[in-house]
């Protein structure tokens, strides 16, 4: 058997997202979710990039740094299963795995100095990045390809179904504003959690937002409040 190899980050990634609950599921489903991945002082020049700005998309390889140390469990139980249902750990994408990576598909959107704009992000703010290699369009989409189990995209519902108060709209400028209507169009809450009379919250780009559940699969959100910087 070979010996561990020893990794280090290449960048670190800033995101709008404080913590992990309300991060996306998955890379490119909230496409205003904008970040930089900002390289450490060993990458950043120029060279370690060039080239990269004759590719659209590019996979982060990254690591799940707010994760618990993984308990050992060999199955999970996905949020698309309904959060009841298990499957082993290497049939999901789920976050707590034996090396706590992740690998996401982000859209280029600028290569700057010592730093990436990207986005579509699915990550909490500070996730280290370990590798970025671009995406190529001719030998990894298969349209071929089958998920029985995940076979689209989550439920989305409709925009009239996000309810913001107007005071709310104000104090929000508008990134925020439309970064946050795109987040709440997804079921954000544990797949098993449907209590109607439970407020969430998550920080997003420094706010603290929370919302509950309307009937008919409505959300609307019910505070803001600014966070320290």
Request: with cysteine; net charge neutral.
């Amino acid at each position: 058997m070979s010996e561990p190899i020893s990794v280090r980050p290449v960048a670190i990634l800033r995101t709008p997202f404080g913590e992990k609950f309300g991060v996306p599921r998955q890379s490119g489903i909230i496409p205003e979710a904008e970040g930089r991945v900002e390289f450490t002082p060993e990458f950043s020049a120029p060279d370690f990039v060039r080239g990269l700005t004759s590719f659209s998309h590019v996979w982060l390889m990254t690591g799940f740094h707010q994760n618990p140390p993984w308990t050992g469990a060999a199955t999970v139980r996905p949020p698309r299963l309904g959060g009841n249902e298990r499957v082993g750990v290497f049939a999901s994408r789920a976050p707590n795995r034996p090396n706590g990576l992740g690998l996401s598909l982000v859209r280029l959107l600028a290569v700057e100095d010592g730093a990436l704009r990207v986005a579509g992000i699915d990550a909490v703010d500070g996730t280290p990045v370990y590798d970025i290699k671009p995406y190529l369009p001719w030998c990894e989409a298969l349209p071929q390809a089958k998920a029985d189990w995940a076979p689209g995209t989550p439920f989305v519902r409709d925009e009239t179904a996000v309810t913001i108060p107007p005071e709310i709209v104000a104090a929000l400028d508008a990134a925020t504003l439309a970064l946050l209507r795109q987040m709440l169009r997804l079921d954000l809450q544990p797949a098993y959690q449907n209590n109607p009379d439970r407020t969430y919250g998550m920080t997003l780009a420094g706010w603290n937002i929370t919302w509950r559940a309307l009937p008919d699969n409505g959300v609307a959100v019910t505070g803001v409040t600014r966070l320290s910087p």
